[in-house]
């Protein structure tokens, strides 16, 4: 069976994203205190959350953290298996990379920080860090990410599509897909490669400047 392609975010529908988050962000401001309202500290959170799905790659087990059981059965007995993956906290933020602990399949692995992308709503790298560990759940960030997606995009989007857009817009930057496999902590490199694959268009354009 052939793998299905990815439908990722892409780099333009991501910034309209951004925009409309940073105006929702706004409007949680209170310029004479110069804070934030409660609910504007807990969306500025959000916004943590889904420019490090995009920017860095990162799953939303891996922000958040995972504690989970899951129990099935091999063979006629009843089996429990354990995931457990740490929530991210200041201390795995070094210079512009950000350790991620116990990833799928319990690999360890450095993403960089995407620091360009907080400055565009306004959020400072020392926020990021104060605001770690984010202490929101899934639940709600996967919420936020598809009303956001619904009301700019008007298309349902899910928080494992910015991971998508991640890897596909590094790949499509001209970045190396061994260096992409490394960051997206994929174990196999032809799963990296599947989503050269995922704009037909690009390729396309591409062909089209062959000169035959």
């Excluded at 780099?11 to 706004?26: A, G, P, R």
């Excluded at 959170?45 to 059965?73: H, N, T």
């Excluded at 906290?89 to 116990?102: L, Q, S």
């Excluded at 298309?155 to 857009?165: D, M, T, V």
């Amino acid at each position: 069976m052939a793998s299905r392609l990815p439908k990722p975010v892409s780099k333009e529908d991501f910034d309209k994203l951004l925009d409309e988050s940073k105006k929702i962000l706004n409007e949680y401001w209170m310029p004479r205190l110069e804070k934030y309202m409660p609910r504007g500290k807990t969306v500025k959170k959000y916004i943590i959350a889904i420019i490090l799905g995009f920017g860095a790659g990162m799953r939303i087990s891996e922000i958040v953290g995972l504690d989970k059981k899951y129990s099935y059965s091999y063979k006629g007995q009843k089996r429990i298996q354990e995931c457990y993956v740490p929530e991210l906290t200041a201390d795995k933020i070094e210079n512009n990379f950000i350790r991620v602990i116990g990833g799928k399949g319990g690999k360890d692995r450095q993403v960089p920080l995407p620091i360009s992308l907080f400055k565009k709503v306004g959020i400072t790298r020392q926020e990021v860090i104060d605001s770690l560990p984010l202490k929101v759940s899934r639940g709600a960030i996967q919420k936020f990410t598809a009303e956001l997606g619904k009301k700019v995009l008007n298309k349902n989007i899910s928080f494992h599509k910015l991971r998508h857009g991640f890897v596909t817009f590094c790949l499509e930057s001209g970045m190396p897909i061994h260096q992409v496999q490394m960051f997206a902590g994929h174990s196999r490199l032809d799963t990296t490669g599947i989503y050269l694959h995922a704009n037909p268009k690009q390729a396309l354009d591409k062909y089209e400047e062959i000169k035959w």
